[in-house]
């Protein structure tokens, strides 16, 4: 079965920082683009940060450049989003998702066809 | 940035009512474009990738077409599974934006 399972959510004071974990199975990690999107209390939703295949690029969110690290590890099967100098407005259900499929030199666009549950994080003092 | 307005933000049907959503692209995005159905407490689900392409396992009841600046998810007969919130998104860069989202409740 196609999973993503994700971790490391919980409360966190303004400023400080929160290690989010993404464990993939079913499927070859190192085949698929990888994002983080994200969901505000009552909100929609909210792309965060993608990164390639192969790890060699990285895109974010404009608001979270600077304090947001996305890796991860094609051998560990596992996702990672480093989250720095957080702030009240960060606080959100974070997603790991599943995006580009890439293949013998070329990728396949399909939107974001698989979703984890989702891990809470707050941000308050 | 592209930024993405969909509309209407809420919309009341009835159980068999055909239902359309509109999403509008700040600039040309081609056919980048999926929609995203999620219900209260759950992670979203891939209805339309590619303006018009249906994931697979997804009733034929869901439809995507347009291409450009001007997209539609049409439900062609609104069923009891199907009241939830929608979301389009374009990834035609790699700076991804959803729009805003269409409750669709309960007439």
């Known amino acids: 079965e196609v999973q993503l399972v994700e971790s490391g959510g919980g409360l966190v004071q303004p400023g400080g920082s929160l290690r989010l974990s993404c464990a993939a199975s079913?499927?070859?990690?190192?085949?698929?683009?990888m994002s983080w999107v994200r969901q505000a209390p009552g909100k929609g939703l909210e792309w965060v940060a993608n990164i390639k295949h192969d790890g060699s690029e990285k895109y974010y969110l404009d608001s979270v450049k600077g304090r947001f690290i996305i890796t991860r590890d094609n051998v560990e099967n596992s996702l990672w989003l480093v989250m720095s100098s957080l702030r009240a407005e960060d606080t959100a259900v974070y997603f790991c998702?599943?995006?580009?499929?890439?293949?013998?030199?070329?990728?396949?666009?399909?939107?974001?066809?698989?979703w984890g549950q989702g891990t809470t994080v707050t941000v308050s003092s | 940035d592209i930024q993405v307005t969909q509309s209407p933000s809420t919309l009341s049907a009835s159980v068999g009512d055909r239902v359309t959503i509109t999403c509008r692209a700040s600039q040309s995005i081609s056919y980048w474009l999926a929609w995203y159905q999620q219900k209260p407490g759950k992670a979203p689900k891939l209805l339309i990738y590619?303006?018009?392409s249906l994931e697979s396992g997804v009733p034929s009841r869901f439809s995507g077409s347009g291409s450009g600046t001007e997209f539609t998810l049409t439900i062609s007969s609104l069923q009891p599974d199907d009241f939830a919130t929608y979301y389009c998104q374009q990834y035609n860069s790699y700076s991804w934006t959803f729009g805003q989202g269409t409750r669709v409740e309960i007439k």
């Open positions: 998702a599943r995006t580009t499929y890439c293949s013998t030199g070329r990728c396949y666009d399909h939107g974001i066809d698989v």
């Open positions: 079913g499927f070859t990690l190192r085949s698929y683009w």
């Open positions: 590619k303006a018009s």
